[in-house]
């Protein structure tokens, strides 16, 4: 009997990518294109993680799907105007490969912009899946990260994200939770939720992650 592959669960923007200012630069561009005077940099930043819907829903209810189109046309030309891995992050994704664990992304994203855009930033070679949400309850559920576990056929372990719903859909899953400060929410939201590890980087997961034996 084989046991199954050992995973690291990530979260995609904010947690492995600093992608925040292209995310907020075609969400404004959007109502930009209508003629409607586009929400502020914060108050784009404050949403982020949710459904893209969700976002457009709380300024322009009425506006919603033609907002999700421009944004969807326009977010994929300037994906990676400024977005880059953060700091170390693509040497710990090859640590922990050769150490023997699969990684996967679970993402709001959708999956086809999930795809084009890790593809786009050269990382889907450090990857073993990338899974978006399509059509099913995002983060906080758990489904996005049950979904990238089954597509790997996989037990998951550890859940690295950089918001309360990384953490919630995480614990949901029965994985451990690892809460990173560089990305979207400070420090002190992250601890309302109590995090396995509430980190400034991903040391402490290395440190938690051994080589697996050869099997
Ligand atoms: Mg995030």
Redesign the pocket.
């Known amino acids: 009997m084989t046991s199954p592959h050992k995973t690291i669960v990530f979260?995609l923007?904010?947690?492995l990518v600093d992608s925040l200012p292209d995310i907020i630069a075609s969400f404004q561009h959007a109502f930009a294109s209508l003629g409607l005077k586009a929400p502020t940099d914060e108050e784009v930043r404050a949403l982020i993680?949710e459904p893209l819907e969700d976002m457009y829903a709380r300024f322009a209810p009425e506006h919603v799907s033609t907002l999700c189109d421009l944004y969807r046309e326009h977010y994929p030309r300037n994906f990676v105007n400024r977005s880059r891995p953060n700091p170390g992050v693509i040497e710990v994704l090859r640590t922990l490969r050769g150490r023997g664990y699969k990684l996967a992304v679970a993402t709001t994203k959708r999956t086809d912009m999930a795809r084009r855009f890790v593809e786009a930033l050269g990382m889907m070679p450090a990857l073993d899946h990338v899974q978006g949400t399509d059509g099913f309850p995002h983060k906080p559920a758990p489904d996005v990260i049950h979904r990238a576990l089954a597509a790997l056929g996989a037990e998951g372990l550890w859940m690295v994200?950089?918001?309360l719903n990384?953490m919630e859909a995480g614990r949901a899953a029965g994985l451990r939770t690892y809460a990173v400060t560089w990305?979207?929410q400070d420090a002190e939201t992250l601890a309302t939720s109590a995090p396995d590890e509430l980190q400034p980087d991903l040391g402490r997961l290395l440190e938690h992650l051994p080589p697996l034996p050869r099997v």
Do not use: L, R
């Open positions: 979260d923007d904010g947690t993680g994200g950089d918001t990384d990305g979207n």
